[in-house]
């Protein structure tokens, strides 16, 4: 979504990748189904395999971006904590370039006629994180997780200053619930040149001036 937002060749990208993904899921029934010819695949395969490497590209990139400083940010929120955590994000791709998205296509070209959909490309791809080498959606608390996101979310912050030339606002729904204190203050305490709008269902306290509490009650809004 924030590649979209950034490079809408990205998003016409990702259009017709799905276009043709939906179009040969369909075609790989119409085989089992009708007895059509399992030599138009190769026409298929070839398209994903060229749209999946460009969108494969743009992923890389922006992942690189996050890992840059993914760790400094992540430093702002967990610095004190009593062990430092180290954060890594790693993409999860199935192939690196378009040969590769071609050959694993065809290796699971029975697969794909027996379920009747593509079972392996870009689609697939999806990104882990961890901490001190775990991977925090599996093993990690629900603290860690949440500090994750937060951290995900200021990068994203970040990058998107960087490329547009201003820093979008920021909006966080309910994020305190798991974090202890010292990660609030100190994520609290270090968002700077950043409108931000927080919601939640109790007191904040942060040392900056420029900070307006609304408190709604019954549908009535009263700035404190």
Known sequence: ????????????????????????????????????SIELLDIFDEQLADLGYQIFEYRKLYLQKF????????????????????IKIKY????????????????????????????????????LIYINKKIVSIFGSQGQQRTTTLT???CELKIVTEEIGESPILLLDDFMSELDE???????????DSQVIITCTDNIEVKKNNIKTFYVENGKIEIQ
């Open 182 to 192: 010292k990660r609030r203050k100190s994520f609290l305490n270090n968002l700077n």
């Open 92 to 127: 999860i791709s199935n192939a690196v370039d378009k040969d590769g998205f071609i050959n694993n296509l065809k290796k699971t070209r029975n697969i794909d006629l027996q379920r009747g959909f593509t079972s392996t490309g870009i689609h697939r791809d999806d990104f």
């Open 152 to 154: 995900l979310k200021i």
């Open 1 to 36: 979504m924030m590649i979209s937002s950034l490079k809408p060749t990205y998003l016409h990208l990702l259009n017709d990748y799905n276009r043709v993904l939906e179009q040969r899921n369909i075609y790989l029934k119409q085989i089992v189904k009708e007895g059509k």
């Open 67 to 86: 890992s840059d400083i993914i760790q400094e940010n992540h430093d702002i929120i967990t610095k004190n904590t009593k062990n430092q955590e180290i």
